[in-house]
């Protein structure tokens, strides 16, 4: 629901149903805007975010990870 809303108004919207995936998706280009699932199986959200600080992505410098 959440992509078809946010296409209709114009967004470009890319989905990742996985971590691991994500991670994929965002070697390619950084999104002006990330919604994350917190509790995904697996590698959850949080340790997504983290792990893109880690890595040192461009734009993601101030974003905050807690639980």
């Known amino acids: 629901i959440l992509v078809a809303a946010l296409g209709h108004v ?3 919207v890319r989905v990742a149903s996985t971590a691991a995936l994500a991670l994929e998706e965002l070697q390619r280009a950084l999104p002006d805007v990330m919604l994350c699932d917190l ?7 949080v340790s997504l975010l983290r792990q893109l600080r880690h890595l040192g992505a461009n734009g993601l410098a101030g974003c905050q990870c807690s639980r």
């Open 39 to 45: 509790a995904m199986p697996g590698l959850d959200g």
């Open 10 to 12: 114009g967004a470009r």
